[in-house]
């Protein structure tokens, strides 16, 4: 069952928070620093980006000496894609199209989503996510989002 | 402050708890909390920061009450979904289900869910009988506390909650400085320099704590979930006659109870250690004084009893620590902390004295909310058994939608909802590599608390790292720290020796 690969979890983790930590540390360089006495901005994030590193750097040796180690679990690429589509769409739509469109749009995209769920599935549901929307935000909250809008 | 002070102010917490606006807020947290506690895939900590929004327009502490109430609602919904589903929505309940699914393959579900009632019940009122008589003492403790000391505290709560959850602990301190630079971003307090914003106008107010959980518990978990995990719906049928335990149940379920609350107790004032961990412990401790062992795991009502009394004792146990030091004990409790904060209230050694109403308010909430809890719960199980059988693949989508809209409204701030996207990808990303992600709240609410008091230290200290261990108070908790991370390593070389059989019951938790 155990996949063998050189690119494991801890391997590609410790890698990544290798580059998180040289990153933070270089971006951090442009803040002031300052010293113990009189830290400046920069000081805490620098101190972090270097912890970083070194977990980093200590979860690479330990990866050697870790017998369960496997290569990472990749998320299904239609679902993960269409459920973060969702979320975006609802931003697009938020500003260019209002509430009614957003709604639909996040629920009946990220509903595809699902392999099991079909056309039909998906536009029945962001229907009634729609009207539910409507109703309870929109005229019973009173939230400041207009139904339809087009932008500025 | 003495304990009739306590007593009387405990008094006083049940006059604010039982007012009819914060009581009326105490309901309809339980009653949401449950409602979306109980679906599937949504524990506790999606369900109070979808809700969170909500806080920000009714005053403090009714706002606390709700919150506090969704939490117990949807702690105990989650009990549903763990007893009649075997799905643990809130990772302590992977050990309720342990027991609590095999009695509902043997029909006794009801009885199942009504201990979980009982023992929740019971464990809470121990849980603030212990807080009247620990408050204040902590009260007196506390006012003695400088920013050294609240540095070297959350210190230690940050490596305890980093290292006590699941997995490796280097990757749960990994993951607590990721969430301590997450609360980096944006305007530094002291100096008014823009970090980590990159020009992004948005991003100078910091990120957003709701969107950051919803994305790192909700949109992350589906990603990870999605057309991969089979999530099934249950068929079990529980009426309201089927929750009443028989006499011998409860008869069975008494011992366990009580020491289920001890062991919770014990681990609530302890900050860092989560919930998770006390419940497998109270589980792992009845199985070895059980007489027969071979019942666990088959349906033995003990092994529901206990571990839910610990976790609820813990919880309740655990506000202490929360309200009066500034430690939250694990994600759930960083999220209350953190809306203290939006809310304006400092959590800190004068929490207690200076906004009363609120802590003491709380305190009787606890046991308001329960009752409510059993009052609402009896009638509606089978609406919840019925929630139950709502199919993933319709639910996700709304709670995508539900997502997007609760950020939205915090702030109406369309820009909060890319960070949800955003945050879902840097979870996926972090489970994908196995990463525990709940130590990321802890230290994004932490993060700005702690920076703050490291510099007043060094300041007040001209710069001498020495002042943490030259302060008595302050070098018990380095020492507590070094303790720990010593044990890790300790018991990480004794694992490298002998690779066979480090499979102990507490690796089992998820975070």
């Not at chain 2, 050294?148 to 997995?167: F, H």
Request: glycine share 12%; with cysteine.
């Amino acid at each position: 069952m155990q996949k063998r690969t050189p690119y494991t979890k801890d391997r590609l983790g410790a890698a990544l928070l290798m580059l998180m930590g040289i990153g933070v540390v270089a971006e951090g360089q442009s803040y002031n620093i300052g010293n113990l006495t009189r830290m400046g901005p920069g000081y805490f994030p620098v101190v972090l980006g270097i912890i970083l590193m070194a977990i980093g750097a200590m979860l690479l040796v330990t990866s050697w000496k870790e017998k369960g180690d496997e290569a990472p679990e990749i998320p299904d690429l239609r679902g993960s894609v269409l459920i973060l589509l969702g979320v975006v769409s609802f931003v697009v739509l938020g500003h260019y199209g209002g509430l009614v469109p957003a709604t639909f749009a996040a629920t009946a995209i990220s509903a595809m989503g699902d392999r099991k769920n079909s056309w039909r599935d998906a536009v029945v549901l962001g229907a009634g996510m729609t009207v539910t929307s409507a109703l309870l935000f929109h005229w019973a909250l009173q939230m400041q989002f207009p139904l339809f809008a087009w932008g500025e | 402050m003495t304990m009739e002070q306590a007593l009387h102010d405990l008094i006083f917490g049940f006059g604010v708890a039982l007012e009819p606006s914060h009581l009326m807020w105490s309901v309809f947290g339980v009653l949401v909390g449950n409602l979306i506690g109980v679906l599937p895939g949504m524990g506790a900590l999606t369900t109070i920061s979808m809700l969170l929004p909500l806080t920000y327009v009714i005053p403090t502490v009714p706002a606390i009450l709700m919150l506090a109430g969704i939490f117990y609602g949807s702690q105990y919904g989650g009990a549903i979904g763990a007893i009649l589903l075997n799905l643990p929505s809130h990772p302590p309940h992977a050990v309720t289900c342990l027991d609590g699914y095999p009695m509902t393959l043997k029909g006794r579900g009801g009885a199942a869910l009504g201990v979980t009632m009982m023992a929740s019940f019971f464990a809470a009122s121990v849980g603030i009988i212990v807080m009247i008589f620990l408050s204040p003492l902590l009260v007196e403790v506390a006012f003695k506390f400088g920013p050294t000391e609240i540095c070297s505290i959350m210190l230690l709560g940050l490596l305890a909650g980093a290292t006590m959850s699941r997995g490796s602990p280097l990757k749960g301190v990994a993951m607590t400085t990721f969430g301590l630079l997450c609360g980096v971003i944006g305007t530094d307090v002291n100096s008014g320099a823009q970090r980590f914003v990159f020009d992004i106008t948005e991003l100078a107010d910091g990120v957003d704590l709701g969107a950051i959980c919803l994305g790192l518990f909700g949109i992350a978990d589906f990603i990870m979930t999605i057309n991969r995990v089979e999530v099934k719906a249950s068929h079990a049928e529980v009426r309201m006659r089927d929750m009443r335990p028989t006499m011998a149940e409860i008869k069975q379920s008494i011992m366990p109870m009580l020491r289920g609350t001890l062991v919770g107790t014990l681990f609530g004032a302890m900050p860092g250690t989560g919930p998770t961990i006390t419940t497998f412990i109270a589980y792992a401790l009845e199985r070895k004084i059980a007489k027969d062992p071979s019942r666990f795991g088959k349906g033995a009502i003990e092994g529901v009893a206990s571990p839910e009394a610990s976790t609820h004792a813990k919880t309740q146990v655990d506000f202490i620590p929360t309200m009066s030091l500034g430690i939250p004990g694990d994600a759930v409790m960083a999220l209350l902390l953190g809306a203290l904060v939006i809310k304006g209230v400092q959590p800190g050694p004068q929490l207690i004295t200076e906004h009363p109403d609120l802590f003491w308010g709380l305190i009787a909430s606890f046991w308001v909310g329960n009752v409510l809890l059993v009052i609402l719960n009896v009638p509606m199980i089978g609406v919840w058994v019925k929630l139950l059988q709502v199919p993933y693949r319709f639910l996700f989508p709304a709670a995508v939608f539900f997502m997007c809209i609760g950020v939205y409204s915090s702030k109406n701030s369309l820009f909060d909802v890319l960070q949800v996207a955003a945050f879902g990808v840097v979870g996926a990303i972090f489970l994908a590599l196995e990463f525990p992600i709940s130590p990321i709240v802890l230290g994004f609410v932490l993060g700005p608390m702690l920076e703050e008091n490291f510099r007043r230290a060094l300041v007040l200290s001209r710069g001498h790292l020495g002042v943490f261990i030259d302060r008595p108070i302050s070098a018990v908790f380095i020492g507590a720290c070094t303790l720990l991370l010593t044990a890790q390593i300790v018991s990480y070389l004794r694992k490298v020796k002998k690779p066979v059989g480090h499979v102990g019951s507490l690796e089992l938790s998820s975070e």
